[in-house]
């Protein structure tokens, strides 16, 4: 079984520019959360997507969106750039089954993001 | 608005000697507890988690935990730590229902001396 995996490991980018992360989702599973985790601070709930929709969001701008694909992998888009954007960005998988009172969330490694 | 409570951002313990790390939380209703770990490097590790039931949970690597529904409290213990112990350890709480977001602590860095 296959865990949780994310791509890049690390990534450099510069104020205004726009980035894509990658989210491999363990094997079963059919849902997918963001958090963002800046130095020093706990993770931050961004979204969460579910069968390809999204269907929960924290507080965060518009500039931040996702996709989940078809094999339940997914990306996170952060357009425009900003120096506070700089984080670790950890992609969490789970299994969403009805009934289910909690899906426990399976963390991947994460993708640290500087921005110049 | 849920909020989690981690009072100490930094605790030294030495190798053997036990550890207890502090978690409050603020909502209106029991919400599910959790504890997880973090390695320089790596993703986040859950320890253990409260659901229902009995107030002291067992977990991986040693670990429990105690809820105490009159502090809205849910410490991290453990009898004897080891130097692999040394991490940075997150508490959580996430809603009953719905898309169940997990909201995270500022977390406590474990330092551990021989």
């Known amino acids: 079984e296959t865990g949780v995996t994310q791509s890049p490991t690390h990534l450099i980018k510069t104020r205004g520019q726009q980035v894509t992360l990658r989210c491999s989702s363990q094997?079963?599973?059919?849902?997918v959360s963001w958090y963002q985790q800046a130095l020093g601070q706990g993770p931050q709930f961004i979204f969460q997507?579910?069968?390809?929709?999204?269907?929960g969001r924290g507080n965060f701008p518009p500039r931040f969106s996702g996709l989940q694909f078809p094999n339940y992998s997914s990306e996170l888009n952060v357009n425009a750039l900003e120096l506070d954007d700089s984080a670790l960005y950890l992609c969490?998988?789970?299994?969403?089954?009805?009934?289910?009172?909690?899906?426990?969330?399976?963390f991947g490694p994460g993708t640290r993001l500087t921005v110049l | 608005a849920q909020s989690v409570t981690q009072p100490d951002i930094h605790i030294t313990v030495s190798e053997g000697a036990s550890l207890e790390l502090r978690c409050n939380y603020s909502?209106?209703?029991?919400?599910?507890l959790f504890w997880y770990v973090q390695s320089p490097g790596q993703g986040l590790q859950l320890l253990l988690k409260?659901?229902?039931?009995?107030?002291l949970v067992q977990g991986i690597k040693g670990f429990e935990a105690e809820f105490k529904r009159s502090q809205s409290s849910f410490n991290l213990r453990k009898p004897s730590v080891h130097w692999s112990d040394a991490a940075e350890y997150f508490c959580?709480?996430?809603?009953?229902?719905?898309?169940?977001?997990?909201?995270f602590g500022t977390g406590t860095k474990l330092q551990v001396i021989p």
């Open positions: 409260y659901f229902s039931g009995d107030t």
């Open positions: 997507y579910y069968r390809e929709e999204e269907n």
């Open positions: 959580a709480v996430g809603l009953p229902g719905g898309y169940q977001k997990v909201t």
């Open positions: 969490a998988s789970s299994l969403k089954a009805g009934g289910t009172a909690y899906n426990e969330q399976f």
């Open positions: 909502y209106g209703a029991t919400p599910y």
């Open positions: 094997s079963g599973h059919n849902t």
